[in-house]
């Protein structure tokens, strides 16, 4: 299928909005025989006349007149692009992702602020799960990355953001956590794309613990009323147990230890960190 090249409508809006080829030709500053044969090549690759000739004047067609319409919109485009960076601060669009509890912490705290002092950056914040953050950076659907860390993939790098320590939580009649107790249990855990997930398994099976299940089950609310009811256990980062202790609820809890590092990190493409990713990871790192 033919495309018409942007030069090509750049000649056609001028004949239209100049009534002639000569003040097309004058506004284009070149040759008339020039805009006479860009015409041409123009109505012969779309196969439509665009213009009636009489005698030395062009009357504009039916089908010219809605080609007009579309081509003034992409050539309008075109000359608006150059203007995009004509002011001193940054434009353009920030793709961010993160996990869930990063919208706990740093993501209230700075983002508004990023927002304001920096309006014609278009901000997309989004919520999943660690290897989901980490596939989507690597297929450029994203350009950071709050996520678990550090960083083992060769292609990304990045920096550390925060503390985040993992904690069981437990039904309130339970006061110490045995192995009898989680060999009775069902476990509550987010789905196998989550690092606390895997954090927690591995925690298991370092301390020889075996539940009766592990089920999955992606609420805190969820899990909460659970417990609430004296079933299952559950994994819960110290963020969200936090929130849940601002909101006022009692949790009952008991700290993984020994279970590594599950501290979280900004992440991006190597090579790829730019000045828009920079002025965010300023904000975010700002006390």
């Not at 579309?70 to 601060?89: D, Q, T």
């Amino acid at each position: 299928m033919y495309v018409p090249k942007l030069s090509q409508l750049r000649f056609f809006c001028a004949i239209v909005e100049g009534g002639s080829i000569a003040a097309a030709a004058r506004k284009m500053n070149c040759v008339p025989s020039n805009i006479t044969m860009r015409l041409k090549e123009l109505e012969t690759d779309l196969g439509q006349d665009l213009f009636i000739r009489d005698r030395k004047k062009l009357l504009i067609t039916p089908a010219g007149r809605l080609f007009y319409r579309e081509a003034r919109e992409i050539v309008s485009r075109a000359e608006r692009l150059p203007s995009l960076w004509s002011r001193p601060k940054s434009r353009g669009i920030l793709n961010v992702g993160a996990l869930d509890v990063a919208f706990l912490t740093c993501l209230p705290k700075h983002v508004p602020q990023f927002m304001m002092d920096y309006p014609d950056v278009e901000l997309n914040v989004l919520q999943h799960s660690s290897f989901v953050l980490e596939r989507m950076l690597s297929e450029e659907k994203i350009d950071l990355a709050i996520t678990d860390g550090p960083v083992e993939n060769t292609l990304l790098e990045g920096s550390f953001a925060f503390h985040q320590s993992l904690y069981l939580v437990m039904p309130e009649h339970i006061k110490k956590i045995t192995p009898d107790v989680i060999n009775r249990s069902d476990i509550y855990l987010f789905n196998k794309d989550c690092f606390y997930r895997r954090c927690a398994e591995l925690w298991m099976e370092q301390k020889g613990y075996q539940p009766r299940s592990v089920l999955t089950m992606e609420s805190y609310d969820l899990i909460l009323s659970c417990l609430d009811m004296g079933i299952g256990l559950a994994c819960m980062p110290e963020s969200v147990v936090a929130q849940f202790r601002v909101r006022g609820r009692k949790l009952n809890i008991f700290k993984m230890d020994d279970i590594g590092t599950t501290d979280v990190y900004y992440v991006w493409r190597k090579h790829g960190k730019n000045d828009i990713i920079q002025a965010f990871l300023d904000y975010m790192r700002e006390d």
